[in-house]
Structures are given as structure tokens and as C-alpha cells.
């Protein structure tokens, strides 16, 4: 066992081995998300990105694109 894992409790050793488990039952595109998610920087892109889409801000896309 681990050293980082002799120093859990019971009940945080239960809590990983069950976010182990459903992080295996995560699909390609959930962890792509996650991924994401993890990323402070691409947090704060696609919070800036979201702004700007409320404010009507942003690259217009051609109509033929």
C-alpha cells in the first residue's frame, strides 16, 4: 500500500475506491468534460467565452459556413 494511502481513514479509502469506480464508467466524451472542468484555464476561457455570447460580443460566422 501506498504511504499516501496508509495515512486514509476507512471511510476516505471507501470515497476513493468509489470515485475510482465511477470515474472507469465515464464515457470518452464525460471525461473530455472533466478534463475541462479540471482546467482552471480553460474554465476561465469558456466563462469569458459565455460572456461574451450573452453580450452579443464575439466573431460573426458567415451565413454560408
Given at each position: 500500500?501506498?504511504?499516501a494511502?496508509?495515512?486514509?481513514?476507512?471511510?476516505?479509502?471507501?470515497?476513493?475506491?468509489?470515485?475510482?469506480?465511477?470515474?472507469?464508467?465515464l464515457?470518452?466524451?464525460?471525461?473530455?468534460?472533466?478534463e475541462?472542468?479540471?482546467?482552471?484555464?480553460?474554465?476561465?476561457?469558456?466563462?469569458?467565452?459565455?460572456k461574451?455570447?450573452?453580450?452579443?460580443?464575439?466573431?460573426?460566422?458567415?451565413?454560408?459556413?
Open positions: 500500500m501506498s504511504s494511502l496508509k495515512g486514509t481513514s476507512g471511510a476516505e479509502l471507501v470515497s476513493l475506491e468509489r470515485l475510482a469506480h465511477l470515474l472507469k464508467g464515457s470518452p466524451a464525460e471525461l473530455e468534460i472533466l475541462l472542468l479540471l482546467d482552471e484555464e480553460a474554465c476561465v476561457t469558456t466563462a469569458q467565452s459565455l461574451e455570447l450573452k453580450d452579443g460580443i464575439g466573431i460573426p460566422v458567415p451565413d454560408n459556413a
